[in-house]
């Protein structure tokens, strides 16, 4: 069966799954269901009116709590015994760890149609009374593009002077494994980049695109400013955003979500247009995506149904039509219709079409304590990028904790690179 008509008829059983459930109310559905998510500071607007689109529609209630620290509110949460009913979160190494133990539970048949990889790969589950499972645990509601650089028309062509924030709250330093994500992939190709994101490979084999990094950040002299790891990655001051506006850098390496701060005069690229000899990326045309995961950790029948409505096309075309153009959500499948788009966010949703292969961002899919790791060792590898004794002890600290979680049987999720599908829409 095709991917497209896998699609199909997903959206065919969600929709059957929405009426069945909707008719048959019981006690528990009549409450006010809480969705925990990661979208704040007016960014959670588009998804807040979409929730309420579907409030309209089934009757019940609906309450949506944003918080930039995600995964500290959810543990939070579960340990005083009051978890949402759906939380989305934009790391599947995370989900699959609340899979394993138990917290986050496996979708239903009607609703599976919807997990659609690379995000939402199936995970095996031990321990579970009738021997090792392997299901789906959560569905993609909002997706972005990486592997992009953005600029000005005007310098696009000119030797990049980088842009660089570190600082992003309690996960400070993705953006710096990004960069180190988004070489592997260029120059190693998508079958070296999966099996050195699920544990496969040490990390001391990916020590020659960290150097390459650091030749980047060092092109014109000296180490990057020390104030780049606590900058943050989009805030300025001032309620000013967007690090390209700042005056002292004219690229910057950053996902899809980036454009809400840009008008049409910044624009993207394909990072590996800035990477001489990138030839095994170039004939993949590869790119690294991520993703905004839902999932149930408090089943219901109104639970369930609302994760179904959240992946339909009435929900994505309303969280679509309140979006400002340059902030138009992307979804796994293809675009919305909902009013013309931005330029940016035309050609965003262009280099997703035209991808060959795209791959599930590294860290988000590597276990909790190893990607917090990796964090860490960019950000001491951007205090001094060029110190060769550093980045061995770096490397070695990584795969010590890689070996760690591999006796720990962490390493859950195997397939993270997949062809996109385009051009049609679930629901």
Known sequence: MSRRIRLALAGVLLAVWAVATGGCASPEDDRTLVVLGPWTDGEERPFREALDSIEKETGRSYVYTGTRSLRETLVAQLQAGAPPDVAVLSSPGELAEYARDGRA??????????????????????????????????????????????SRPRVADQEPVWCLGMGSGATSGWPGTDWIEDLMLQRGGTAAYEAWATGRTPWRATKGVWEEWGRLLTAHGGAPDPRSLTDS????????????????????????????????????????????????????????????????????????????????????ESWAGHAAPGERPFFPGGEVAAGPPSAATREVQTL????????????????????????????????????????????????????????????????????????????
């Open 105 to 150: 539970h496996p979708l239903p048949e009607a609703v599976a149609g919807a997990a659609i990889p690379p995000w939402a790969p199936q995970v095996t589950v031990t321990g579970t009374g009738d021997g090792a499972r392997t299901r789906t645990y959560w569905v993609p509601v909002r997706i972005d593009l990486k592997s992009v650089v953005w």
């Open 233 to 316: 990655f989009e805030a300025l001051g001032g309620g000013a955003y967007g690090l390209l506006n700042r005056g002292d850098c004219t690229h910057e390496h950053q996902g899809s979500f980036i454009r809400r701060h840009y008008g049409d005069d910044v624009r993207p690229l394909p990072t590996a247009r800035y990477l001489g000899g990138a030839e095994r990326a170039g004939q993949e045309r590869a790119f690294e995506v991520s993703g905004d995961m839902a999932a149930v950790f408090r089943p219901s029948a109104a639970a369930w149904d609302l994760l179904s409505r959240l992946t339909s096309r009435d929900a994505r």
């Open 352 to 427: 997703l079409d035209t991808a060959g292969r795209i791959c599930l961002d590294a860290s988000d899919a590597m276990p909790p304590t190893l990607r917090d790791a990796f964090y860490r060792a960019v950000l001491e590898f951007v205090g001094a990028p060029r110190d060769a004794a550093l980045l061995d002890r770096l490397l070695e600290r990584l795969d010590a904790e890689r070996r760690l979680q591999l006796d720990a049987g962490a390493f859950v999720l195997d397939d993270l690179c997949d062809s996109p599908v385009s051009g049609g829409q679930a629901g």
